[in-house]
């Protein structure tokens, strides 16, 4: 049973799981319904890389190797994001905050927010997981990601809405792989307990259709389809 909550006119939300668990997608779905802003800290690093700014330079080797970027480089990244205009009536999280320093940073920055915000922590089986990853397929121009079986697109290898090959991402490749869920274990599950303390957070079974997990989220912030 799903209780519904209402968050206060600032929504925020952040998506908590382990690489392939389906944040991105979820959170542009509640983002596009919500009429807020999708805020990806992995989209906003592989834009300074593809622009080789000095952020691109100092981030780019650390993520093809599926470590994390660190705290103080992120929490620069997200002030400065999280001040623009189409901020004010609230953000989706995809990816941030992902270590313990970077929630308190995040809180520190908006003193209060646990009262209100929500975290929902998707719950994938690590074999479903590496399936996701190893057939992910990704747009270098626009980002938008596809997957061989289960999300194909109209023609194979290309993307449906520039045209542009589609690629495997360096980081979605098995070793970094391997290196991106170590990471997660070490670093991020810590913010289970950590948001699960200020009941923000809410556990959502991840291993089903994208519309079905959807659903849920949006019962979640009370506004139920
Ligand atoms: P994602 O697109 O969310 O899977 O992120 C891709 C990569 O970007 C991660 O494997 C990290 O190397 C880096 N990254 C994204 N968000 C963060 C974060 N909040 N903290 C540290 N590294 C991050």
Redesign the pocket.
Known sequence: MVAAETLTAQKRIAMLGP?GAG??TQAELLAGRLSIPRI????I?RDAIAMGSQLGRQ?GP??EE????PDDL?MGVIEERLQREDCARGYVL??????VP?AEGFESLNPGVTADMIVFKLEVPKTELLRRLSGRRWCPKCQATYHVESDPPREDGVCDRDGERLILRE?DKESAVAR?LT?YERQTKPLIEYYDDRSCLRRVDGDREPQVVHVELSTYIGVPR
């Open positions: 690489p944040k991105g990806s800290t992995g989209d690093l981030a650390i993520m599926g470590g994390l970027v992120l995809d990816g941030f905050p992902r270590t970077q980081d991106r990471a």
